[in-house]
Structures are given as structure tokens and as C-alpha cells.
């Protein structure tokens, strides 16, 4: 039996991760829930997977939660305190990190400083501090695995491969619902419009960076870190079926993919089982149900962010901890209709082009630039919102 904390776990990723463990209960125990401010949805969690703590970033909304499971044995955290205590709860073996940005970069080093294996969706934190948190993973001997599905899909490619035998690894992208849109569509786009993800149920957040390609930028950094590749070994192809996860080259030109139909149950519950593989309970298309596949390069000014992306990445250190932010900003703010969706990349260029990184040595590195940065973009957004 397994213990698992669940961060996030209202979220996407979580309901989805609480779903494989109701499909075996035998295998699972979960001992901990953490969420953001949703306590109406983490009350009905608690009841019916029974963890010994419950926690919500919100204090107010902590409270409301704690006077709601009175008697039923769950203790209560408020606060990102709470959720930090509940990512390293020493009655865990497994957490998985499934809160939704920087946010998440915390409890997922807490988890990892209290021995715990981590399977990874908050995928920003490894854009923030990918060297650290993986070094400080290896120093413990704790495995850091991935549940985004290209990585999952690498992951999986890269078992027991030497290093010398891999030309390239090559992560698809959907190309989001805006794929075919002129650029003069995307000025007014709507924010239903760039939600509406054409492959993947998705939180908004995501949504809407799969929709700029910032959440392929993204993943280029993730894949640096989980891989230890260069960047130059890491290319992006758009592939709108969303069937191959990812390919592996390697330097005899075999190209390996890894395919399915998109639903992240699968990657979440290798992330959950691994280092075995689980017969899933799941009814999924057949293969020969599978679309054409079709793959086409990124083309670079229908999508500015993965330039911008690759830039970060090369230039290292907090740089791309400033783009996290700036891009968490920036999307927020497209949310809230503050900023139109073009808007979006320009701000992250003016930020990104005003910083000076530093190498990362510590945490606080990364907290300072992340700070800096969500000052900058906020003022990059006034002068924009006000025009
Ligand atoms: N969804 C996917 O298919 C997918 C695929 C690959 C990777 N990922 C990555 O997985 C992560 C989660 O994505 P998602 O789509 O599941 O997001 P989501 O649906 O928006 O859920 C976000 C979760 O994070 C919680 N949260 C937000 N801020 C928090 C805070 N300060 N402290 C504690 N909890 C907080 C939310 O709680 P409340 O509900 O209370 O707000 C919610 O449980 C992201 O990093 C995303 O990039 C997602």
C-alpha cells in the first residue's frame, strides 16, 4: 500500500490522480490533500478518501474547512505553511505535485527535502529552478518522475539508454486552438475562444499557454532538466492529434515514438505506480480509431513565446524563472481582461529584455528574481491596460 499527498488536488491533474486511486483502493492510501481555496470541493475529498490532513493556501478559506470536517478526525492547515507541511507529511511515501505555477515550486522542494518520490505535473517549478530542484533531488537519492504526458512519453523512450546514442529528443505540440488563426484574428480573440483546447481537458492556466506554445517553451526546459540534454538536442514539432507524446532520435536516424490517445490518466498513473506498470480499468478508442497524423515545424512568428522560450533556456540561471513569472502574470492578466492575447508575448519580451540573470545557488535566488519579475509585468500590464 502506498501513501500519497495529493498538491492540487481540486485541480485537473488531482481529480484526475484521486480517480486512479479510487479505481485501486488496495494500492492506495491517501494521508494528504492540499489545495488553493476551493474548500467546498476538498470538503467532499476529505469525506470520501479520508486523509489525515487537509490544506488550503487560503486561510479564510481554511477556516471555513476546518469548521466543516469538525469530528471527522482530518486536521486542518491554513496557509502556504500548511500546504508546505503537508507536501513532506512524514506518513507519505509518494507526493504528487499537481498545483498550478510558481506556487508550487515550495512544496514540491519540500517534499523532496523529506525523502519523498515526486511525480511532477507542476511543471513550473522546474522552469523556475529545474538545476537546483534536480540536484537537490539526486543528492537524496530521490526520483523526480514526470507526469506531463511528452515527458512521461521520453521518460518512458529514455529507460536505460546511454547518452551518446541520443541525436534528439522531439516533443509534439498540439499547436492549441488558435493553430490556423491569422494574427490579425488573434488581436481580439477572446479568452473562451483560447481556453478552448482542441485535444486536452485542461486547467486555464495551461490552456491558454498550450495556446501561445509558452507550455511547449516550457516543456523544452522541463525536458533540459529531466533529461540533463542541451537545448540544442531538443526540438518541438507540431502534431495536432495530440497521438505521439514525443520521439526519441537516435544517431542510427531511428525515430521511436510513444502514442496514445490523449488522456492524462495514463501518464499520472505511470507517474503513480512506476517502476510497474498497472492494468488500467479505462475504456480508450482502439488504435485503429486513430486519426491521420499529421506533423508540421512551429512556425516561428505564429508563436513568439517558443523563441522566446529557447532564448531562456540558453541564457540559464534565473532567466527562466523570470519567464515563468512574467508569463504567469501576463496570462493572469489576459484572464482578468486586462491585456489582449498578442499582448501577452510583448510584455514577456519587455520583462525578459530589462532583466539581468544571475546564477541560481540557492532557493532565494529564484524567489528574488521571481519577485522582480512580477513587479516589472505588472507594471508592463498598466501601461498596457491603460492604452
Ligand atoms: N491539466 C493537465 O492536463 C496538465 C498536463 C500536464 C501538466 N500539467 C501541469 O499540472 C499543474 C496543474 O495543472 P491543472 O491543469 O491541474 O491546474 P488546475 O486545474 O488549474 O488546478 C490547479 C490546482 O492547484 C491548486 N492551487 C492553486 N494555487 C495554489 C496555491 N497557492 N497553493 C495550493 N494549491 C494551489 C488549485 O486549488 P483551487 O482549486 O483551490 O484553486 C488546484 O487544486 C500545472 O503546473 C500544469 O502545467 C497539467
Known amino acids: 500500500m502506498q501513501k500519497i499527498v495529493i498538491l492540487g488536488s481540486t485541480g485537473s491533474i488531482g481529480k484526475n490522480a484521486l480517480n486512479i486511486v479510487r479505481c485501486f483502493p488496495d494500492q492506495f492510501q491517501v494521508v494528504g490533500l492540499a489545495a488553493q ?36 478526525g482530518t486536521e486542518v492547515l491554513g496557509g502556504p505553511e500548511g500546504v508546505i507541511e503537508t507536501a513532506s507529511l512524514p506518513a507519505a511515501d509518494r507526493v504528487i505535485s499537481a498545483i498550478v505555477g510558481s506556487a508550487g515550486l515550495l512544496p514540491t522542494l519540500a517534499a523532496i527535502y523529506a525523502n519523498k518520490t515526486v511525480a511532477l505535473a507542476n511543471k513550473e517549478t522546474i522552469v523556475m529552478a529545474g538545476e537546483l530542484v534536480m540536484r537537490e533531488a539526486k543528492s537524496r537519492n530521490v526520483a523526480v518522475l514526470p507526469v506531463d504526458s511528452e515527458h ?15 541525436k534528439r529528443v522531439i516533443l509534439t505540440a ?86 496514445g490517445f490523449p488522456d492524462m490518466r495514463i501518464p499520472i498513473a505511470y507517474a503513480m505506480f512506476h517502476p510497474h506498470r498497472e492494468s488500467l480499468p479505462f475504456k480508450l478508442p482502439d488504435l485503429t480509431a486513430f486519426p491521420s497524423l499529421t506533423f508540421e515545424p512551429p ?5 513568439p513565446l517558443l523563441t522566446i522560450a529557447r532564448e531562456a533556456l540558453q541564457t540559464g540561471g534565473t532567466m527562466p524563472a523570470v519567464l515563468n513569472r512574467a508569463n504567469e502574470s501576463a496570462v493572469a492578466a489576459f484572464l482578468e481582461k486586462r491585456i489582449g492575447f498578442l499582448d501577452i508575448h510583448k510584455i514577456i519580451r519587455k520583462v525578459l ?18 519577485r522582480w519579475a512580477g513587479l516589472k509585468t505588472e507594471r508592463c500590464i498598466q501601461t498596457v491596460s491603460r492604452k
Do not use: C
Open 299 to 303: 512556425k516561428p512568428k505564429s508563436f
Open 353 to 370: 529584455d530589462a532583466y539581468s540573470p544571475s546564477p541560481i545557488n540557492t532557493v532565494d535566488d529564484v524567489l528574488l528574481a521571481d
Open 152 to 166: 512521461s512519453a521520453l521518460f518512458q523512450l529514455l529507460e536505460n539508454r546511454k547518452s551518446h546514442e541520443i
Open 37 to 72: 481555496s476551493n474548500y467546498a470541493l476538498l470538503e467532499r475529498q476529505v469525506k470520501a478518501f479520508r486523509p489525515s490532513v487537509a490544506s488550503l493556501a487560503d486561510k479564510s478559506a481554511a477556516a471555513i474547512l476546518a469548521k466543516r470536517l469538525q469530528g471527522t
Open 174 to 259: 498540439s499547436g492549441g486552438p488558435l493553430l490556423r488563426l491569422s494574427e490579425q484574428k488573434k488581436k481580439t480573440i477572446s479568452q473562451k475562444e483560447a481556453l478552448a483546447h482542441p485535444t486536452w481537458k485542461m486547467g486555464p492556466k495551461i490552456s491558454i499557454d498550450s495556446a501561445t506554445l509558452m507550455n511547449k517553451g516550457f516543456e523544452m526546459i522541463e525536458a533540459r532538466w529531466f533529461f540533463d540534454l542541451p537545448e540544442s538536442q531538443i526540438d518541438v514539432v507540431i502534431h495536432p492529434q495530440s497521438i505521439v507524446h514525443s520521439f526519441v532520435e537516435f544517431v542510427d536516424r531511428s525515430l521511436i515514438a510513444q502514442m
